[in-house]
């Protein structure tokens, strides 16, 4: 873990300490460092967007070779698909996308 301190390890005796040299962001109401609990926080975002990119870097790349070798109509087929791919709203999209998929019987609010 990447992370300098335990992020749930609570210690009332440096509770909201300001920043210093072994707290970057200070600690918080219950002592524990700041700093860690984002650290922590953000690995699922920083895993998603890493994935996501990843995934789209090599679809891109893939579709590139192809329509490149390819000449003729698998050029002209990856080109129109990729066209309508940037002319439907993405908005659109997702509310099918959302109507589409059935949704769990618990609901979390």
């Keep these: ?14 509770s909201l ?6 707290h970057w962001m200070g600690t918080d109401e219950e002592g524990r460092d700041v ?3 984002i650290i922590y926080g953000a690995r699922i975002s920083l895993k998603v967007g890493i994935i996501a990119s990843t995934l789209s870097l090599l679809i891109g790349v893939v579709l590139g070779l192809l329509a490149g070798f390819f000449k003729g109509w698998v050029d002209s087929w ?6 309508m791919m940037f002319g439907f709203p993405a908005l659109l999209f997702m509310i099918g996308i ?3 998929v059935p949704q769990p019987d618990i609901n979390v609010a």
């Design 78 to 83: 990856i080109m129109r698909f990729t066209d």
């Design 17 to 22: 300490q300001a920043p210093t040299y072994s």
């Design 35 to 37: 700093l860690s609990r």
């Design 1 to 14: 873990m990447i992370a300098p301190y335990n992020p749930y390890q609570a210690n009332l005796d440096i």
């Design 98 to 100: 959302t109507a589409a």
